[in-house]
């Protein structure tokens, strides 16, 4: 069992918008901002999308945001494409030994 | 450009060693932190190490600590993950990471290499 809760998968069609959700608790998600959400294609490395809660490496498209509200972060994708068909996983800084931790991981479908 | 090339994997026997190296260029390598994540097949990415950009600290996972140890050479700009006393639940891929600023935020991710433990 992952430290942090994704839904297993989301499901959306092109062009809309969708929000995928991180719960923790106060040791991670809700007491730093420090985290983070991956895209990862099938076969291929991670890719970072979000970064310290809601902000954007350069190069990624600005449909991509982030947020967080109380031990509950959330990466929302405006615009739907057909790209974006991928696995997505939230991580946080913990104050537990183990430093890190992610979510289980939720697989987005573009209808 | 930044890169980070794995290499080391394979096939190992429960209870072996192997040690995983991760070559890195394009950026300042003895400025940055690194890590290493795994992700086992058909499973989701879990964090197993990190390193700070001196190499005088050290983090692990509960589930490799005793088992790994992470190092890294400045002068070589190489990151290495040396895993002892393996078990079937090691194999995966394992991915080295350039760490931007804080944690969790793992700017470059290498191609990843694979560890399979079986008998």
């Known amino acids: 069992q992952s430290a942090l809760t994704q839904p297993a998968s989301v499901s959306e069609s092109p062009g809309q918008s969708i929000t995928i959700s991180c719960t923790g608790t106060s040791s991670d998600v809700g007491g730093y901002n420090y985290v983070s959400w991956f895209q990862q294609h099938p076969g291929k490395a991670p890719k970072l999308m979000i970064y310290d809660v809601s902000d954007r490496p350069s190069g990624v498209s600005n449909r991509f945001s982030g947020s967080k509200s109380g031990n509950t972060a959330s990466l929302t994708i405006s615009g739907l494409q057909a790209e974006d068909e991928a696995d997505y996983y939230c991580s946080s800084y913990t104050s537990s030994s183990t430093l890190v931790v992610f979510g289980g991981g939720t697989k987005l479908t573009v209808l | 450009e930044v890169q980070l090339v794995e290499s080391g994997g394979g096939l190992v026997q429960p209870g072996g060693s192997l040690r995983l190296s991760c070559a890195a260029s394009g950026f300042t390598f003895s400025s940055c932190a690194m890590t290493w994540v795994r992700q086992a097949p058909g499973k989701g990415l879990e964090w197993v190490s990190a390193i700070s950009a001196s190499g005088g600290s050290t983090y692990y996972a509960d589930s490799v600590k005793g088992r790994f140890t992470i190092s890294r050479d400045n002068s070589k700009n190489t990151l290495y993950l040396q895993m002892n006393s393996l078990r079937a639940e090691d194999t995966a891929v394992y991915y080295c990471?350039?760490?931007?600023?804080?944690?969790?935020?793992?700017?470059?991710w290498g191609q990843g290499t694979p560890v399979t433990v079986s008998s």
């Open positions: 990471a350039k760490v931007r600023s804080y944690y969790p935020t793992f700017d470059y």
